[in-house]
Each structure stands twice: as structure tokens, then as C-alpha cells.
Nanobody, 123 residues
Framework: QVQLVESGGGLVQPGGSLRLSCAVS????????MGWFRQAPGKGREFVAA????????YYADSVKGRFTISGDNAKNSVYLQMNGLKLEDAAVYYC????????????????WGQGTQVTVSS
């Protein structure tokens, strides 16, 4: 069993920054990549960023490249999403996700999801 718990969401002005965290517990050997998704009201869940644990390879959605950075600790205890230059369209519930590979995670097909943390971008 794996549990993912997100934190760090909140209210920020456009252009501001937030750092999301995802605490991982349980059988961490059962997955090899993690990522972040987001879902805005009335929209589907969309991929944001992913990281592969064995070599720290990362992958980003075009909409966040150059602004967001995904990282994690070597023990697979936590994964982070540093969000800079936030825009109004970044407002959403952000979900942590874990799966067997980078491809699986970027497609949202992994076995594990967190409950989400709200990010609000407003002036």
C-alpha cells in the first residue's frame, strides 16, 4: 500500500511562487516514477510534470516548462513541485501521482494518487 499526501497549496498573486510537496509512505518499491497533475473547475485532469527515480529524468507539460520544477529526495520519501511565475490559468487542484514508469505517469495510468491540494492564483 502506498499513500501520497500533498501540501503547500494556497493563494498567490499572479507572478508569485509556491512549492508543493507530496509525502510518500508505504511500499515505495512498487513504483519508479512520480508526477503532478492538475484539474481546474470544469476541466479534465491534465499532466504537469514527472520525474523518474533511477536517474532523475524529468518531463514537463509545455504550458509549465521554464516555470515549474519537479524534484524529489533519493529515498523516494517526497516529491516537490516548485512553481514560479504563476499565472491565472495555473489555478487548479494539484494531485500527486505515482506509477511504474515515466510514460505510465505522464499518461496518468499509475496506481497511486493523492487527494490533491488547491492552488489559487488571483490578484
Amino acid at each position: 500500500q502506498v499513500q501520497l499526501v500533498e501540501s503547500g497549496g494556497g493563494l498567490v498573486q499572479p507572478g508569485g511562487s509556491l512549492r508543493l510537496s507530496c509525502a510518500v509512505s508505504g511500499r515505495t518499491s512498487s513504483f519508479y516514477a512520480m508526477g503532478w497533475f492538475r484539474q481546474a473547475p470544469g476541466k479534465g485532469r491534465e499532466f504537469v510534470a514527472a520525474i523518474r527515480w533511477n536517474d532523475d529524468s524529468t518531463y514537463y507539460a509545455d504550458s509549465v516548462k521554464g516555470r515549474f520544477t519537479i524534484s524529489g529526495d533519493n529515498a523516494k520519501n517526497s516529491v516537490y513541485l516548485q512553481m514560479n511565475g504563476l499565472k491565472l490559468e495555473d489555478a487548479a487542484v494539484y494531485y500527486c501521482h505515482a506509477g511504474n514508469s515515466l510514460v505510465v505517469v505522464t499518461k496518468g495510468l499509475g496506481d497511486y494518487w493523492g487527494q490533491g491540494t488547491q492552488v489559487t492564483v488571483s490578484s
